[in-house]
């Protein structure tokens, strides 16, 4: 769900079909198992292989790039800048299951067309939204966003923390 939109610009290119699922390398990997996908990925940088296995694996993503790079005679970064700008924050804020329930219930109303299947993903045009999540480890919320220009992402990151922790205070 908090992956990037670079996921579908990749995905385009080469003719495939992105499902998202809820937060978690569980959750990924079971999507993964029940759909035969080729890959699955977390925003926190963990690649899965389907053809080797369901977990994150480093070495095998290395390699896999390593591979691929040698096919061009671009570097790593010069592939990576052919992607359109794209920037990401995630922040977190103390907060208990009662108060989480509560910033989901309220945005909700407030964001009826958004993404409720893992917390809310409340998203104002393709290339810029906000994920706001309670964590199933820790008593906090995690806020994601994404947009294309720096100053947007910064000004979404603030207006959606001060919301939750106004939703917090009352």
Not at 1 to 24: D, W
Not at 50 to 58: A, F, P, S
């Amino acid at each position: 769900m908090n992956s990037g939109t670079n996921t579908e610009t990749l995905a385009e290119k080469y003719n495939s079909k992105v499902l998202r699922t809820k937060v978690g390398s569980v959750e990924v990997s079971r999507k993964m198992l029940s759909t035969n996908a080729l890959i699955g990925f977390e925003e926190n940088g963990g690649f899965m292989f389907g053809k080797h296995n369901q977990v994150r694996d480093g070495c095998m993503s290395l390699g896999l790039m390593l591979d691929f790079l040698s096919t061009t005679e671009n570097s790593l970064s010069q592939e990576i800048s052919q992607l359109p700008p794209s920037f990401t924050t995630k922040d977190k804020i103390e907060c208990s299951k009662e108060n989480a329930k509560k910033i989901i219930s309220l945005l909700k109303d407030e964001f009826p067309d958004s993404d409720t299947s893992d917390g809310i993903k409340i998203t104002l045009d393709p290339k810029n939204w906000v994920m706001i999540r309670p964590s199933g480890t820790e008593p906090i919320i995690r806020i994601y966003a994404e947009s294309t220009d720096l100053e947007n992402l910064e000004a979404l990151m603030t207006k959606f923390l001060q919301k939750v922790k106004s939703i917090i205070s009352r």
